[in-house]
């Protein structure tokens, strides 16, 4: 949990509402009770991870949710800046993405993912998305 902070931080880079929604959704079903924040394109994702602009002094999270597909910047980009940063290259990120590809499960194998998470087509596999988040912040909480 991130020094000071009651809540663990919780960043969430996903441009769709309604998976956000959904995700939040999934979070509160699984009793997660955590600090929030959404970013919804690539371009203000990068500024946040190079704490530029309104995300000059951005708190570095407890994990990152990532959707590989964004607008401006893809995830790729973003994952090559989170990993190259001083002050965020150790946070755990799990990619949320509507892609199955094997191609882009290889594309992030260097990235040192915690996981990768597909997103389900049933709200019932949904929620289990917060059952995963709840493991991966404990973890980081234990670890």
Do not use: W
Request: aromatic share 6%.
């Amino acid at each position: 949990m991130a020094a000071g902070s009651a809540l663990p931080r919780l960043l969430v880079i996903e441009d769709n509402p309604a998976d956000v929604e959904l995700l939040r959704y999934a979070l509160s079903s699984a009793d997660v009770n955590c600090e929030i924040t959404v970013i919804d394109n690539g371009g203000d994702a990068l500024a946040y991870f190079e704490r530029r602009g309104i995300y000059s002094e951005s708190h570095v999270p407890d994990l990152a949710i990532l959707d590989l597909n964004l607008p401006r910047y893809d995830g790729i980009e973003i994952l090559k800046v989170i990993r190259e940063s001083q002050a965020f290259a150790g946070i755990a990120i799990a990619v949320l993405s509507s892609s199955s590809s094997p191609a882009d499960r290889a594309r992030i194998d260097a990235f040192q993912v915690a996981r990768y998470i597909t997103k389900p087509p049933t709200l019932e596999e949904y929620l289990r998305i917060g059952l995963a988040v709840k493991e991966l912040l404990q973890n980081g909480r234990d670890g």
